[in-house]
């Protein structure tokens, strides 16, 4: 069964600084991951995901994430906080074939200190 | 990228009435979509997948007797909660597949349910 852990339920950083988000995954074969981005009362969109090729996959806003098989994990960063990315963030994962169903992490919302 | 509605995107009901949500997949056909259940404050939990043409497949726990889907059309999936209580109270969310890439899934907005 595959299973995606967040660590850090939430996260706050100052404007302009580092963020990174954890994600870690367990799966008994390789999946796709996914980062995905919810704003209040919105569903999800997209920031970026890693299904075959280069590990290290860059999204939108300024979003990347490195896939690391060894380490299990998929952790998302952005050199530079915006106000604007505050939001929640969710690591999902899925099988490689079949039917495509999501196991979500338990999500880490950012908060962004000006 | 394309494109999910959901309708109604709030909705009151008493406790014991019946509330449908509808799912829409604007510009894109979608012969498998899914249906997600939000709690405040918690993750997404998959509820079922909805396939065109076939029965739904529901995820373990999930009442298929109380929670209805009916995959009417190549973009449109309906979910009903039937005789619904304050418990059932959440957000629904739900997604269809790229066509192409399969494996993304584009989310429609919502559906916050109210049950008094």
């Known amino acids: 069964a595959q299973s995606v852990t967040q660590l850090g339920s939430h996260v706050s950083v100052s404007e302009g600084a580092l963020v990174l988000l954890r994600c870690n995954y367990s799966?008994?074969?390789?999946?796709?991951l996914f980062w995905y981005v919810q704003y209040p009362n919105q569903g999800l969109q997209l920031l970026l995901k890693?299904?075959?090729?280069?590990?290290l996959v860059k999204g939108i806003n300024g979003f990347e994430a490195e896939f690391k098989k060894s380490e299990t994990s998929f952790h998302l960063t952005k050199p530079s906080a915006h106000m604007s990315d505050a939001a929640e963030y969710f690591c999902a994962v899925s099988k490689t074939s079949g039917t495509y169903k999501y196991i979500f992490g338990t999500g880490t919302r950012l908060k962004v200190l000006a | 990228g394309a494109v999910v509605s959901q309708h109604p995107s709030r909705v009151i009901c008493k406790s014991g009435t019946s509330v449908k949500i509808e799912c829409r997949s604007l510009?894109?056909?979608?012969?498998?979509m899914f249906w997600y259940r939000q709690f405040p404050k918690q993750s997404l939990m998959l509820m079922a997948t909805s396939n065109e043409g076939s029965k739904a497949t529901y995820e373990q726990g999930v009442e298929k007797d109380k929670f209805l889907i009916n995959h009417a059309s190549l973009t449109l999936s309906t979910l009903t909660v039937t005789s619904a209580h304050p418990e059932d109270s959440s957000f629904y969310i739900c997604?269809?597949?790229?066509?192409?890439?399969?494996?993304?899934?584009?989310f429609g907005p919502g559906t916050r349910l109210l049950v008094l």
């Open positions: 997604s269809a597949p790229d066509q192409r890439t399969q494996e993304t899934q584009y």
């Open positions: 510009d894109f056909q979608a012969t498998t």
């Open positions: 799966s008994s074969v390789p999946p796709y």
């Open positions: 890693y299904t075959t090729g280069a590990t």
